[in-house]
């Protein structure tokens, strides 16, 4: 029996604004990793200004979770411009470490801020004990691997390098080894190292064969056409796996996703490290967190390269599956305990009649049917149909502020 | 007059290859064992590499080997050994991709030259600049950059640069087995020595070679490069390894590219009013034997990027 002496390992969570951020920690996150206005591959993730940042940094100081910046573009000669002002700025502002792919910022980060922590991005392609000990030795704390890395390379790479390691364990993967994919360019004239990448890896392609008696296609028009889209990583069911590997980080992906979306992740992942540490030996994996990650569930789920290679299994071929099935309906801003009534903001059109979940924070959940609903006016109303309109809700159990509220589709 | 002559470089298949392609101009050969590097014509094996070796080497040749896989922990147990038999064959250099390298190399003490070769990664003089710190020798840059770019990256660093001027690039790389894959979908049987490519949905124009090796599943470009009609460029910028992918091609065609090549080097070298007269025709010759489904185009070298 081996003796437990592990510390938790960090729940990171991604953060593609303000709100976003307040979530996820608010959630159970550790730390949160988000994008400036440069450098960072989510061009369009709501990407955070300065001062923005400094806010965030604020309200993760009092939760005591960390904020990381992702700058991990592959630079081109032209955006070597005001590296050293950005990574300055970023740890002046306190944020806690940034994760770079391109060497340039790595070496412009150091000499710029050297306290500023640097982590290796998973755009570097980190896939070997030799490169962890490689930027190990170049002082580097943390690398992020590929995500083609198996639990036992894990396990080899941590026995042999004292290095931290993060590793994705939820959300959309890129098919390719990331950063090695241009298909974007070529095909878009977008840069997919810089942002651009236009997922075309997931369009539908005709596979053709030069055979003896000519050109063959083996896929035009069938409604089974070639294409290269992967399932979504979620390691719900494995999470010790990684945890006993020694992975010090464990990231979800997702800056573009919803506060829904990252809200239920992070709460499902926050209960599993929890429950695991409470009693190690007595954990079993509860079928209700599985439930409860399939209501943000965006594709079908695999464990990616975790454990055996992935076959055709693991990817999406035919029509897109419908999930989710679930609607971020509302948002509980506030709530009167004498008369058990929600102020929530609405976030999709929801009514009287309706079957609705609220969830919170420490995996607080319940069901009940929407009965009364009144709108900014105090008018009862039959169903909030307007964008983020705010009203009024009987609530069967108590909720509170960061609170949500969604519904089945 | 500075010394400056590039190498006119090729990738081969087997040993009858580097010496046809070696007799019809090339400086350098690029050969590989598929277990160390991706995207190989042939499989070399230490043995057919010794005489590759002794063979180029007689005739003032270089020879460098392909161990540009990216690595997993598995490669690690053999690599070192590898590299180091190579050291004793004295090859000229290795061409590498992956981040490992500079450590292993100087754990095991070699002193191999390594051309760095990160696919994508190699867009920026400063990385370049980083990694020529750390041990490179010379350094290849990526094929999604401006002409432009290459000759300022050039210029702001100090050891040898190379790029490809011609044959298809690889533009999509996977550990996964995608075209298996996709066999195994549709309940087809996949027979490994087919060639095979994709084309885009509704765009019957386009031709994507997609293949499988040990390490994985390559897409390459649409296009073939052929940036022979802008050498003078090429060489004005004093840029040191031209670069020609002889992959997916049969031999006859390499060899008469590496030709076409080799003369149009020598002409501009020698006389660069001759290359300009001669340059339309040049083009012209790779064009009346370029396979039919195959276009030409300059790549990025001349195309604007959105970022
Ligand atoms: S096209 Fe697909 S594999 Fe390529 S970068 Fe985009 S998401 Fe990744």
Known sequence: MTTRTRTKPELLAPAGNLEKLKFAIHYGADAVYIGGQQFGLRSNAGNFSYDEMREGVAFANKYNAKVYVAANIIAHNENLEGLHEFFKELYEIGISGVIVADPALIQASREAAPDLEVHISTQASVANWKTAEFWKNEGLPRVVLAREVSVEEIREMKEKVDIEIEAFIHGAMCISYSGRCVLSNHMSARDANRGGCAQSCRWKYDLFEDGTDGTVAVSDESDEQYTMSSQDLSMVEHLPDLIEAGVDSLKIEGRMKSIHYVATVVNVYRKIIDTYFEDPENYQIQQEWIDEIWKAAQRSLTSGFYYDEPTEKDQLFGRPNRIPKYDFAGLVLDYDEETQMATIQQRNNFGIGDEVEFFGPNFYHFKQTITAIWDENDEPIERAKHAMMITKVKVDQPVEKFNMMRKGK | ?307
């Open chain 2, 1 to 307: 007059m500075s010394s400056y002559k590039p190498e006119l470089q090729v990738s081969a298949r087997n040993l009858e290859e580097v010496k046809r392609l070696a007799q019809a101009g090339a400086d350098a050969i690029f050969v590989g064992n598929q277990q160390f590097a991706n995207r190989q014509p042939g499989d070399f094996s230490l043995f057919e590499i010794k005489e590759a070796t002794e063979w180029l080497h007689s005739q003032g040749k270089k020879i460098y080997v392909m161990v540009n896989a990216i690595y997993h922990n598995e490669h690690l147990e053999s690599l070192p050994t590898y590299l180091k038999d190579l050291e004793q064959l004295k090859v000229d250099g290795i061409v590498a991709g992956d981040q490992s390298i500079y450590q292993i190399l100087r754990d095991i003490k070699c002193s191999l030259p390594l051309t760095w070769d990160p696919e994508t990664l190699s867009t920026n003089y400063q990385t370049l600049n980083f990694w020529a710190q750390r041990g490179l020798s010379r350094a290849t840059l990526s094929n999604e950059l401006s002409l432009d770019a290459v000759i300022k990256i050039k210029e702001n660093v100090h050891f040898p640069i190379e790029m490809q001027i011609h044959g298809m690039t690889n533009i999509f790389h996977s550990k996964r087995k995608l075209v298996r894959n996709y066999y195994a979908q549709i309940d087809e049987t996949y027979d490994r020595s087919k060639t095979r490519f994709i084309k885009e949905n509704r765009k019957p124009e386009t031709h994507y070679p997609i293949f499988e090796d040990l390490n994985g599943t390559h897409i390459m470009s649409n296009e073939d490069l052929a940036m022979i009609e802008y050498l003078d460029q090429i060489i004005d910028a004093k840029i040191d390894g031209l670069y020609i992918e002889g992959i997916l091609k049969t031999i006859d065609y390499n060899e008469k590219i590496v030709a076409l090549y080799r003369e149009a080097i020598d002409t501009y070298l020698a006389d660069p009013a001759a290359f300009e007269t001669k340059k339309t025709a040049f083009k012209q010759m790779i064009a009346d034997i370029q396979p039919d489904d195959r276009q030409l185009n300059t790549g990025f070298y001349f195309k604007e990027q959105i970022d």
